[in-house]
């Protein structure tokens, strides 16, 4: 029988994000603040760490955000639409989870953008390790965009 709970396990909630798919949406939007990130995994000048928890920080300009994969993601996407109504526009890598509440409530209402493939995260020696709904960046605050698949390299 197969053990679903695994499929959502993990050892960590933070992965950095792949230069595959980081650099294609860098060069469309111009991030100028990562919102979760380490200081090893930062992706723009401006980021806020763990310890300086980005929740609570002042959000401005063109964000980026690889949340944590866990409980907590939540919050965070609900913090990026709230910011969108104040002029921000953030970009979030998630999981696909179309199964959810929070999916139609805080994602479905902003551009969605499927990736294609397995991206491998961090010093993963793999790709993710179930098939892919999609681990999509939810575009706020860019209405005029059409959906798009991003292609891994």
């Known amino acids: 029988m197969a053990r679903l ?7 960590t909630v933070e992965w950095p994000t792949p230069d595959s798919l980081w650099e294609p949406l860098n060069d469309e939007f111009g991030f100028t603040l990562d919102v979760c990130a380490t200081h090893e995994n930062a992706k723009c000048g401006n ?22 994969y866990g409980r907590e993601m939540v919050g965070w996407l609900k913090r990026a639409n709230y910011e969108r109504k104040n002029g921000v526009t953030t970009v979030a890598l998630i999981p696909s989870r ?47 965009l059409r959906p798009k698949c991003l292609k891994k390299t």
């Open 5 to 11: 709970e695994k499929q959502f396990e993990s050892a």
């Open 47 to 68: 980021y806020y760490t763990k310890e300086q928890d980005g929740l609570s920080q002042t959000w401005s300009g063109v964000c980026w955000m690889n949340p944590p």
């Open 98 to 144: 179309t199964n959810t509440g929070w999916w139609h409530d805080l994602v479905m209402v902003n551009e969605v953008r499927f990736v294609r493939g397995r991206p491998k995260f961090g010093n993963a020696d793999q790709g993710l390790p179930w098939p892919l709904r999609g681990s999509n960046p939810d575009v706020t605050g860019k209405a005029e």
